[in-house]
Each structure stands twice: as C-alpha cells, then as structure tokens.
C-alpha cells in the first residue's frame, strides 16, 4: 500500500468515526438558559461510548474540574523561567477561573479590580489546565469540542499538546503540536501547527481552517489531530485541513538522545487547554474593557491510542511500498 492510501485510509476512517459520534446523541454542554452554541456539531457526550475506547477522556459530567484528569499551570510564566508564558502574554493563570457547569469546562477571561491587578502584575486572570505528570501519550487522536463566548479582539483561546520529558532539548527540539488555536478578531478561521528544531532555526509548520458561511468560533466545533509515526494530521468537524508528513520534519537535538526518522513527534506529549489574552500571536492585540468577561467552553476531551485504532481497522503500519 502506498504512502499516500495508507493516510488516506486513516483519516477516512478517522472522519467515520467522527460522523458516528455525531449521530449518537446531542450536545450535553449548555448554559444556564438551556443555549449549547450547537450549529449541528454535536458530537457525543459520551454516555453511550464504552469508557475503555478512550486512553483518556473527560465529559466533564461532574461539579468540579477532576484533578485525577488536570492540573494547572498558574501565574505569568515567571516560575517556570518563561515569563509571558514566552509569548508575551497579558494574563495571570489562575485555578479559580476554570470551572465545571451544566456539563462543561468552562474556563473565564476577565479583568481585575485593581488591587488584585497590583498584587498579580497582570490585568487579566485566566486559567491553563494541563495533563502533564497524569497523561501523556505517543501517536493516535487527540480531539475536543470547543467554543468561546465572545469572539474579542485579542483573545487566544488554545488546545495543543507538549512533550512530557522533552528527550530532545529544550523549546522547540523537542517539538509542540497546536490542535487549535484561535484569534478573537478572526472569528471565521482555527489555525493548527506544529514547532520543531531545524539546526540553528526555530521552525513551525501551520494552516488555516476556515468555517463554512453560519457558523464560527463561537459555535462549537470538534478539533482533532490524527497522530502517526508518518503524518501530523489536523481536522475541524471531520475535515482534514492541515497535514505535515514525517519526511518534512526534523529536529535538531541538545541532549545526548539521537534523533530517528520521526523525531521530535515520537515520544509522550501531554494535553493543554489554556485562554490566553494578548501576546505575539495576534500582535499584541488585547480585548476592550467593556467587552470582558468571555469564556471559553470546552464540552469534553477524548484521546484514542493508536493501537485502539488499528483494532478498528483505522491504521495498518508497515504496509508502505
């Protein structure tokens, strides 16, 4: 089988799988007013899914962030010798701004009143859940349904994953893959990419989906990454729209581990979901002040591993010609 059937015979059963869950059941996050931000993409809550199909998995079903699931990442970046979170961003992290309601994560951007603006250091709080030292895996698909409230200039609503214990070196030898992230002013697209190491350069890899006429970033849509030891593949509602392939990657390691063929997207990366405001990935931009709060609503977090996959008849390896 060749190299290009092989993908195409994952990601056509990975969109199957995908068009299953949406015919399962509706949406299960809802605001107090019963509004789920739907436009049809529904997905699954779930409930009617046997838990052992997932390597991990959150509905968000319960009262509370699940801490078996999540930890945070709190403050500005500083702690973690990155201050700006490396972009310079405007927000401080904090635990208290993610929240579980009516079914869903919900995770708030606001302004501070200026006492706490002046202990903090920051205008905005936020809030940045992590899997990291819980979950992590290597290969298979990665996908949640998300939306925002508000599409604000300025904001950076994020889902995307990192290596567990960076084998490779520091940021970027040891990869990142960017599932979705979304510019507030720009609510008719999603953009996806994957950092790398290129000898002496910092190298990324991206593409815009862009959302058919009805809908945008504030109506909920499932954002998906299809993991290979060949492919990067990035999906919005089904639809593949971004792919980067093993052979146009590369990385450049500081440590003493030796790079293979797949390398630096062969090793456990882990989940994030963060709500960032500001930064360099919009310019700088920040919301007006009249317009915060916004939200972030996050209806479930579903991992399937690759070896789940190829039960399901979705990824056969060593079939290239």
């Keep these: 089988m060749s190299k ?17 869950a949406l015919a399962l059941s509706a949406a299960a996050c ?17 409930d009617n899914e046997e838990n052992s199909i997932y390597s991990f998995h959150d ?9 078996s699931k999540w930890d945070y990442q709190e403050g500005d970046g500083t702690e973690y010798n990155n201050p700006g979170w490396g972009n310079n961003e405007e927000q401080y992290y904090r635990r208290e701004n993610a929240r579980v309601e009516n079914d869903c994560l919900i995770i708030t951007a606001q302004i501070e009143d200026e006492q706490t603006q002046e202990e903090l250091g920051k205008k905005y709080t936020s809030s940045k859940l992590v899997t990291k030292d819980i979950f992590s895996q290597t290969y298979g698909r990665f996908e949640a349904r998300i939306r925002v409230t508000e599409a604000l200039e300025g904001i950076w609503p994020a889902f995307w994953l990192m290596p567990e214990d960076g084998v490779y070196g520091g940021w970027p030898r040891s990869g990142e893959i960017d599932i979705m992230e979304l510019k507030g002013r720009l609510p008719g697209q ?15 890899h991206s593409a815009n989906y862009y959302f058919q006429e009805g809908t945008d970033i504030t109506d909920f849509h499932v954002y998906a990454l299809d993991w290979t030891p060949e492919y990067l593949a990035f999906s ?16 450049t390691p500081s440590t003493d581990v030796p790079p293979t063929e797949t390398s630096p997207y062969d090793q ?45 008849g979705e990824y056969v390896p060593g079939q290239q010609e």
């Design 4 to 20: 290009l059937k092989l993908k195409k015979l994952f990601i056509g059963a990975a969109s199957m799988v995908f068009a299953a």
């Design 30 to 46: 809802t605001d107090n007013n019963g509004n789920n931000g739907d436009n049809g993409n529904t997905g699954n809550t779930g």
């Design 59 to 67: 509905e968000f079903h319960g009262k509370a962030v699940d801490d």
């Design 190 to 204: 999603a953009s996806s990419a994957a950092h790398y190491k290129d000898g002496d350069a910092n190298r990324y």
């Design 236 to 251: 919005v509602d089904g639809v593949v729209y971004h792919t980067f392939e093993a052979e146009d990657w590369t990385t």
């Design 268 to 312: 456990d990366f882990f989940i994030l979901l963060n709500f960032a405001i500001g930064g360099n990935f919009d310019g700088g931009r920040t919301p007006a002040d009249e317009d915060m709060p916004v939200e972030m609503w996050v209806d479930y977090v579903r991992v399937y591993s690759l070896e789940y996959l190829q039960e399901q």
